[in-house]
């Protein structure tokens, strides 16, 4: 079998697939390891779930498996060291969802600056309008580009930080940010938005380092793990008042529980991981994963891929911290 697919996914691209290769469509077997593991061993891709775990056990029982598409957000459950030993590509659909990503910024953005008032020199409580803010962006990411036309068409500015992007780098100009360290970018901007992917070295890194200085009535909108956070002093922030509010789309399990720091912030909002899912972004994620996998089975060695995951992690924040 040519390819095994255990995650819905669109019908035209289903029918695409079919036409080229032998596939199996059994979503069933996410509920049935057992079987799911039967299942692998002469199919030569694999598209499914993100949460849906492949390690180097499972990889055992699939000795030609080249590749695993992923059309989904995350790819935290998958073993990628594994995968690297034994040769196969995972097919991410990371750019697919940076549009929804953008939109759903710009809407939390909006939504926060109207919703959490502040006091003018008159001493009336009013919101604020997106055009007269300061976003500053940290990571630079696929949905980047989307969002800060977006922005400027309102008419705010965009300053931003990345550790893995030296400050004199080309991004920055030809995606109209502004680079700054990251406590800098944190005192100047009125608007958080942080988009950063997620790797261990980076747990807490915005902490007590950073956000204690934030700008006064700031607003945060985050798609990143929350993990990025030091909730004892995000909790301080929202709690003193002096960061007026915070969305956080990416929750980890556990952190609102009560006794836990932000556990009764009535200043913070989360949702379930939902900027990047739209019936769009899906279609066209769905898409993107087809076209590799076609190209792996095809045995094309001269198509280059189009989204792969990065086999390392992001320089050492070391000396940009230090200079932050």
Same mark, same amino acid.
């Given at each position: 079998?040519?390819?095994?697919?255990?995650?819905?996914? /669109?019908?035209?691209?289903?029918?695409?697939?079919?036409?080229?290769?032998?596939?199996?469509?059994?979503?069933?077997?996410?509920?049935?390891?057992?079987?799911?593991?039967?299942?692998?061993?002469?199919?030569?891709?694999?598209?499914?779930?993100?949460?849906?775990?492949? &390690?180097?056990?499972?990889?055992?029982?699939?000795?030609?498996?080249?590749?695993?598409?992923?059309?989904?957000?995350?790819?935290?459950?998958?073993?990628?060291?594994?995968?690297?030993?034994?040769?196969?590509?995972?097919?991410?659909?990371?750019?697919?969802?940076?549009?929804?990503?953008?939109?759903?910024?710009? @809407?939390?953005?909006?939504?926060?600056?109207? =919703?959490?008032?502040?006091?003018?020199?008159?001493?009336?409580?009013?919101?604020?309008?997106?055009?007269?803010?300061?976003?500053?962006?940290?990571?630079?990411?696929?949905?980047?580009?989307?969002?800060?036309?977006?922005?400027?068409?309102? @008419?705010?500015?965009?300053?931003?930080? /990345?550790?893995?992007?030296?400050?004199?780098?080309?991004?920055?100009?030809?995606?109209?940010?502004?680079?700054?360290?990251?406590?800098?970018?944190?005192?100047?901007?009125?608007?958080?938005?942080?988009?950063?992917?997620?790797?261990?070295?980076?747990?807490?890194?915005?902490?007590?380092?950073?956000?204690?200085?934030?700008?006064?009535?700031?607003?945060?909108?985050?798609?990143?793990?929350?993990? $990025?956070? &030091?909730?004892?002093?995000?909790?301080?922030?929202?709690?003193?008042?002096?960061?007026?509010?915070?969305?956080?789309?990416?929750?980890?399990?556990?952190?609102?529980?009560?006794?836990?720091?932000?556990? &009764?912030?009535?200043? $913070?909002?989360?949702?379930?991981?939902?900027?990047?899912?739209? =019936?769009?972004?899906?279609?066209?994620?769905?898409?993107?994963?087809?076209?590799?996998?076609?190209?792996?089975?095809?045995?094309?060695? /001269?198509?280059?891929?189009?989204?792969?995951?990065?086999?390392?992690?992001?320089?050492?924040?070391? /000396?940009?911290?230090?200079?932050?």
């Amino acid at each position: 079998m040519d390819v095994l697919i255990v995650e819905p996914i /669109d019908a035209q691209v289903m029918q695409w697939l079919q036409q080229r290769h032998a596939v199996r469509y059994a979503p069933e077997l996410v509920r049935d390891p057992r079987a799911f593991r039967q299942a692998l061993f002469n199919v030569r891709a694999l598209v499914m779930p993100p949460a849906v775990a492949l &390690d180097a056990t499972m990889l055992h029982y699939a000795p030609v498996l080249r590749a695993v598409g992923v059309v989904g957000n995350g790819v935290e459950a998958i073993d990628t060291a594994a995968c690297q030993r034994a040769g196969v590509e995972i097919v991410r659909s990371g750019a697919a969802s940076a549009a929804a990503e953008a939109e759903f910024v710009i @809407g939390a953005l909006l939504a926060l600056l109207r =919703r959490v008032p502040v006091v003018t020199e008159d001493g009336a409580q009013v919101g604020r309008e997106l055009g007269g803010v300061t976003v500053g962006l940290v990571g630079l990411v696929p949905a980047t580009p989307a969002l800060v036309p977006l922005l400027a068409a309102f @008419g705010s500015r965009v300053v931003g930080y /990345d550790p893995a992007v030296h400050a004199n780098d080309g991004l920055w100009a030809r995606w109209g940010v502004m680079p700054l360290p990251l406590r800098e970018l944190v005192e100047r901007s009125d608007a958080l938005c942080v988009m950063l992917p997620y790797f261990n070295r980076y747990r807490g890194l915005l902490g007590d380092r950073f956000l204690p200085f934030c700008k006064p009535d700031q607003v945060l909108v985050s798609l990143s793990r929350s993990s $990025l956070f &030091d909730e004892a002093a995000l909790a301080d922030v929202l709690g003193s008042g002096r960061m007026a509010a915070a969305w956080l789309d990416s929750v980890e399990p556990g952190l609102l529980d009560a006794g836990r720091p932000l556990s &009764d912030i009535d200043t $913070l909002q989360v949702t379930p991981h939902v900027a990047g899912i739209t =019936r769009e972004s899906r279609r066209r994620g769905a898409w993107m994963v087809a076209r590799r996998i076609d190209e792996l089975l095809g045995e094309r060695p /001269d198509a280059a891929p189009e989204f792969r995951l990065p086999a390392d992690e992001p320089p050492d924040l070391a /000396d940009d911290a230090a200079s932050a």
